[in-house]
């Protein structure tokens, strides 16, 4: 695996969600400014975590395909169902 290429594909994925550019969310009292959550990812030599999910191999199907939609320049499918708005 070439993780710089991963590091650079999450980056611009990052930067598609909005990475650093406050949203607006309406309280009962008015509203104020708030960052999006971060999805942890932590990629290791032989497998990820991602957010605090159990240990994922690289050898794993779900693994590679994960790594496949952020190669390809996509937010992992598998987020889908955690986020069907989108990230």
Not at 13 to 29: D, F, K, M
Not at 31 to 59: C, K, S, W
């Amino acid at each position: 695996l070439d993780f710089d290429l991963i590091l650079e594909k999450v980056k611009d994925l990052n930067v598609l969600a909005g990475e650093g550019i406050s949203q607006i969310e309406h309280t009962p009292r008015g509203a104020r400014l708030r960052q999006p959550e971060p999805l942890p990812l932590t990629l290791y030599q032989n497998g990820i975590v991602m957010f605090d999910g159990p240990f994922r191999p690289y050898e794993d199907p779900s693994t590679q395909q994960c790594l496949r939609d952020i190669m390809d320049g996509y937010f992992p499918s598998e987020l889908q169902m955690l986020y069907p708005e989108g990230i």
